[in-house]
C-alpha cells in the first residue's frame, strides 16, 4: 500500500471549478491496527459534506473533500502534509483520525509552520499539549476514563486494572493511564497483550482487579473477553471511544462480562439535531448502520463547515486559521463546542454498556 493515497470521493477539478472550490483535507490512518476506527469515523465525514454540497456548499462555495490514506507512520504524515502543502485552495484539515496519527499531525505542523488549521482530530491524549492551530473538540481519555469510573464508584473503587492490547498501546499510553488512576488514587495492575490476549484472561487470578481498563481495539477486546469466560469472579470491562461493542458481538465476544464503552458523542439514538440529521444522511447516502465513530466524523466535519461558514470573503489559510483561533462557542446542532483554557474542547462524554446477558444498553 502506498504511504500516502487519495481515498476516492475527491474529484481533481478544473482551473475555473477549482477557483470556486474549497478543499478540505482529511489524514487517515489505514494501518492495520486502526483501519476499523478511520473507516467509521470517514463514512461519516463522507456523508456530511456530500450533505453539505447538495445543499449549496458554504456560502454558494462547492466544497472538495480530500482524504489522504496514510500507514501511521511519520513519514505517511509528513508526505500526506505535502500534499496538502502544495494545494492552494487547501484552507483546512479536518478530522484527522485516528489518536496517533493525530498526534503526529499536531507535532508535523508545527515543525512544517504550515499555518494551516487542524479542526475536529480524533484527539485521545489527554497529555498532549495543544497549540494554536489544533481545535479539538471531543472528549480525550482522560474525561472518558472518569465518567466510566463514576458508574462503578458504588463499588467503593479502590484499585484499577489496565489491559493494553498490543505492546505498542502500553508504550503509547502506559504513562497517560498512571498518571490518570494516580490522580484519581487507584492502585494500578497493567498487562501488556503480545500474541494472545485470550491467554491473559484466562490467567487472571482473584486478586486481580475487578474493573479492568482496555486500551486497543474492538477485535482485541472481542478476544480478551473470551479468555475471560470462565473465571469465578465477576470482571467489569471499561472501554474507550475506539470501541464498537455491536461489532465486537459480531466478532464472537464472551457475554458473561459487562463492558461499558464510552463515546465523546452523544449516543447515536438520540434526538439531538445533529444526530437525528447524521441518521438520516448516513441511511440516503451510505449502506452503514449507525456507530459512534461515523457520528463524530460527521460532527467534525459539520463542526469544520460551522466555522468557515463565517469567514468573509474568499476563505484563505491565513482567514480561515484566525476563524478557528477565535475559539467562539458553537452550537453544532445540539452538540455544543466550547473551549477550556487549556485549548480543549469537550467534557461530553456518553456511554454504552454490554450486559453480562449479551444485551446493549444506551
Keep these: 500500500m502506498a504511504a500516502t493515497t487519495a481515498l476516492p470521493g475527491f474529484t481533481q477539478t478544473n482551473r475555473s471549478a477549482a477557483s470556486r472550490s474549497l478543499v478540505v483535507a482529511q489524514l487517515v490512518d489505514y494501518s492495520l491496527v486502526q483501519q476499523d476506527v478511520s473507516k467509521d469515523f470517514l463514512i ?50 479536518s478530522g484527522s483520525v485516528g489518536d496517533q496519527m493525530a498526534g503526529q499531525v499536531v507535532a508535523q505542523l508545527q515543525k512544517d509552520n504550515l499555518g494551516l488549521a487542524h479542526a475536529a482530530p480524533w484527539l485521545q491524549n489527554s497529555s498532549l499539549d495543544i497549540d494554536e492551530q489544533t481545535f479539538p473538540i471531543f472528549a480525550a481519555r482522560q474525561e472518558q ?36 488512576a494516580s490522580g484519581m488514587k487507584l492502585r494500578l495492575e497493567s498487562f501488556r497483550g503480545a500474541d494472545n490476549l485470550r491467554a491473559i484472561g484466562q490467567q487472571l487470578t482473584p486478586r486481580t482487579p475487578a474493573v479492568l481498563l482496555f486500551v486497543g481495539g474492538t477485535p482485541e477486546l472481542a478476544e480478551f473477553t473470551q479468555g475471560l469466560e470462565k473465571q469465578a469472579r465477576q470482571r467489569y ?14 466478532m464472537g465476544a464472551a457475554r458473561n462480562t459487562p463492558v461499558i464503552a464510552t463515546q465523546p458523542v452523544p449516543l447515536v439514538n438520540a434526538s ?19 456507530t459512534s465513530l461515523s457520528l463524530a466524523g460527521y460532527i467534525a466535519a459539520r463542526y469544520t463547515m460551522d466555522v468557515l461558514a463565517e469567514v468573509d470573503g474568499t476563505p484563505t489559510r491565513q482567514s480561515v486559521l484566525a476563524a478557528f483561533q477565535r475559539r467562539s462557542k458553537v452550537d453544532v446542532g445540539g452538540f455544543l463546542v466550547r473551549f477550556n483554557p487549556q485549548r480543549r474542547s469537550n467534557t461530553y462524554v456518553t456511554q454504552s454498556m454490554m450486559t453480562a446477558d449479551g444485551r446493549l444498553i444506551g
Design 145 to 180: 476514563i472518569a465518567y466510566a469510573l463514576k458508574t462503578l464508584s458504588v463499588m467503593g473503587l479502590q484499585e484499577l486494572g489496565a489491559v493494553y492490547a498490543t505492546p505498542q498501546d502500553h508504550t503509547a499510553y502506559h504513562r497517560e493511564v498512571e498518571r490518570i
Design 237 to 250: 470491562i471499561v472501554a474507550l471511544a475506539d470501541v464498537n461493542l455491536q461489532t465486537m458481538l459480531q
Design 44 to 93: 461519516g465525514s463522507r456523508a456530511a459534506w456530500q450533505d453539505i454540497n447538495a445543499r449549496g456548499g458554504i456560502r454558494g462555495r462547492r466544497v472538495e473533500h480530500l482524504a489522504l490514506e496514510t500507514d501511521g507512520t511519520p513519514a505517511s504524515v509528513q508526505k500526506a502534509l505535502a500534499t496538502v502543502r502544495d494545494i492552494p485552495n487547501c484552507v483546512v484539515l
Design 272 to 290: 439531538l439535531p445533529v444526530v437525528r440529521a447524521y441518521r438520516e444522511t448516513l441511511a440516503r447516502l451510505f449502506d452503514e448502520p449507525p
